[in-house]
């Protein structure tokens, strides 16, 4: 138990923050040590907490924001981010390289995501702020990066909790079978006859309707994989029409 003094402060930590705190720390109530220069902010991130998952922050009945310098006896209650989150406009996602599956369902989905396999942290920073993309990650360090504009940790360790948890965070628009799940572009309506050489002769024989992605001129149509995809869709569908209880 940590040694309290009446110098010091407290954060009531909200319940769904809890999992970011050392797993010998996990409890509501967190002891700070105002020292007049260190910011709420500071001291939030110092327990754990990535600041892009904290919400509306109080003292008392005073909202406070993290440049808030805490005094001796403070008792702030950290929410977590409300849900849906709401956005200037739209959400755009760029994930980080250890989430190439969920890339592909977003954009299955058809929700404009970008992603790379091979790019380093700074450059996925840029790349969020230039394209105003909302950069999602499991790593709490890429968001406490002080550059970034605008982060967020997705949870869950399978493709389907993350799903999930994305959307339900930021609810965005669902229109599915539009992107390319392999590089992002739109797709359009293609006719057969334009793109039958480009096709197996089994393929050419089995199906009719056909689109192709506007940036890499990937060709897509229903084929052997349809259920399970079709799944992920019906089942997206599902979530983002449930009503909601917070």
């Known amino acids: 138990m940590d040694d309290v003094t009446e110098r ?24 700070i040590t105002p020292d007049g220069s260190s910011t709420l902010g500071h001291h939030v991130e110092s ?17 406070v924001s993290p440049s808030y310098l805490p005094e001796p006896g403070d008792v702030v209650r950290v929410e977590a981010v409300p849900r849906p989150q709401q956005l200037p406009a739209e959400p ?16 299955l989905l058809g929700i404009d995501t970008a992603y790379h396999n091979d790019m380093d942290d700074p450059s996925l920073v840029v790349q969020a702020n ?36 994305l959307l339900d965070r930021f609810a965005p628009p669902l229109r599915p079978w ?17 793109v039958a050489p480009l096709l197996e002769a089994g393929t050419r024989r089995t199906y009719d309707v056909y689109g192709r992605c506007h940036d890499c001129g990937q060709i897509y149509w229903h084929g052997a994989h349809s259920e399970r995809l079709r799944h992920i869709v019906d089942t997206a569908r ?7 209880t917070g």
Request: glycine share 8%.
């Open 8 to 31: 010091d402060a407290f954060l009531r930590i909200a319940p769904e923050l809890i999992m970011f705190l050392p797993v010998s720390r996990r409890r509501e109530s967190q002891p």
């Open 178 to 194: 539009t992107r390319c799940t392999a590089c992002n572009g739109e797709l359009s309506p293609v006719s057969k006859h334009e």
């Open 130 to 165: 230039e394209e105003h993309r909302v950069l999602v990650t499991q790593d709490r360090g890429l968001l406490r990066r002080r550059a970034l504009w605008l982060g967020a940790y997705v949870r869950g360790s399978r493709p389907d909790d993350q799903l999930r948890d």
């Open 92 to 107: 755009r996602f760029l994930l980080d390289v250890h989430l190439g599956t969920l890339a592909r369902r977003l954009r």
């Open 238 to 244: 599902q979530w983002v029409a449930m009503p909601r």
């Open 47 to 63: 327990a754990g907490i990535p600041l892009t998952e904290v919400g509306p922050m109080t003292v008392g009945s005073r909202g």
